[in-house]
């Protein structure tokens, strides 16, 4: 029997057995219809079995052919000897001992076994000299392709929430080791909302403040708002706005928005807060793959 608490979807043996009953059921239902279905003798007593739809056409009990007959049986064999040998009856771990976690764990030490010896290579040089190394940056951009596009974008552009990671403008710094931080321990973002503390008012009137730090205008008191960000905002964003990397604040004086630089998503943003976060990847995908994606995302900004 296989162990039922390690699979928390299935936590009573109910439908292992359910299952169990059903294939080995069906197998032994398949067996005896085939058995009990091939009395008659070929070409002696084929007779009709009654059924007659009209003068030309009528049913007769020919036996089946013989190769299809045989065809069936072995396909049932067949089907025994795989439940024997591979888990397919849930009760039973198959003879193999195969399982899909055991192949999938066999499968990923083969490619590190392969592949690990290069990422320690890759390890021994700096990550500046790795951004210009060809195939590093190739193996690099297959790693991002698996593991950052569904966030950042294929082309590592971003998208609203998501930075883009090819545009120089960082908000936790874009330093070699800021960014291995980033990947290996992740970030999280926390900024409050403020919707309560302003009132509608008060929201208007320092998003009017603040988007008119990268030259726009929109209604709004913008001394009323720039008093407001000087009391709540600058702790975080800095007393130039200019933002803050140890704190994943962003400059608000520039033309780059991660939520976007409408009035509505900044009044969203001043509101209601912003609470981004990118996962820490270090344990996941171990120092050398961060090595080599640091080496990746470095080199996209460099070369812009
Ligand atoms: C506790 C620190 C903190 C305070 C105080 C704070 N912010 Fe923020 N703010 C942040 C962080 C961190 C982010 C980034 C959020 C993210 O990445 O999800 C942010 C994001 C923003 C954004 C979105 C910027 C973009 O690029 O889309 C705006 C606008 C903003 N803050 C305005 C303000 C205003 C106005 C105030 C004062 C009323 C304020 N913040 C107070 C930390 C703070
Ligand atoms: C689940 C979504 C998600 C995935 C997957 C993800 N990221 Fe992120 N990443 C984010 C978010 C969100 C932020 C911004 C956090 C914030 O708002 O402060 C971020 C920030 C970053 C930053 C900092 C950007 C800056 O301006 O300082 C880097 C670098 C980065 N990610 C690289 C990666 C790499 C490399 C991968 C793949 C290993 C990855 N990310 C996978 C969501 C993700």
């Known amino acids: 029997m296989p162990e039922y608490d390690l699979m928390s979807d299935f936590t009573s043996p109910f439908w292992a057995w359910y299952i169990f ?36 056409l009528e049913e007769l009990n020919t036996p089946l052919p013989r190769w299809w007959l045989q065809l069936f049986y072995a396909t049932n064999i067949f089907a025994v000897g795989y439940l024997i040998l591979y888990p397919g009856l849930a009760v039973f771990d198959g003879v193999l001992g195969w399982s899909s976690v055991g192949a999938y764990n066999e ?89 309560a503390v302003l009132g509608k008012d008060g929201v208007k009137n320092v998003t009017a403040y603040v988007m008119s730090l990268s030259g726009k ?41 991660l939520y976007g630089g409408s009035r509505r998503s900044i009044e969203k943003s001043v509101a209601d807060g ?12 171990g120092e050398g793959k961060v090595h080599l994606l640091t080496a990746y995302v470095y080199s996209l900004s460099v070369d812009n």
């Not at 593991?147 to 294929?154: M, N, R």
Request: aromatic share 10%.
């Open 21 to 56: 009953i059903i294939v080995a059921g069906s197998i032994i239902w398949l067996f005896y219809l085939l058995m009990t279905q091939n009395k008659e003798k070929r070409n002696t007593d084929i007779k009709p079995t009654g059924h007659k739809w009209d003068e030309n």
């Open 274 to 285: 912003r609470n981004g976060r990118m996962p820490a990847f270090g344990d996941f995908l």
């Open 217 to 257: 205008k929109t209604a709004g008191d913008l001394d009323a708002g720039k008093e407001k960000f000087q009391q709540l905002c600058v702790a975080c964003h800095g007393a130039d706005a200019q933002g803050n990397i140890a704190l994943g604040a962003p400059n608000l004086t520039d033309q780059t928005w």
């Open 107 to 195: 499968e990923m030490e083969a490619a590190d076994k392969k592949f690990g010896e290069q990422y320690v290579n890759y390890l021994k040089q700096d990550v500046a000299e790795l951004a210009k190394n060809k195939d590093a940056l190739t193996t690099g951009s297959r790693l991002f392709s698996t593991y950052c596009t569904q966030c950042h974008g294929s082309d590592a552009g971003g998208g609203p929430g998501f930075p883009n990671l090819r545009d120089g403008d960082w908000l936790y710094g874009g330093d070699v080791a800021q960014i291995k931080q980033t990947i290996a321990t992740g970030r999280q973002a926390a900024m409050p909302g403020w919707g």
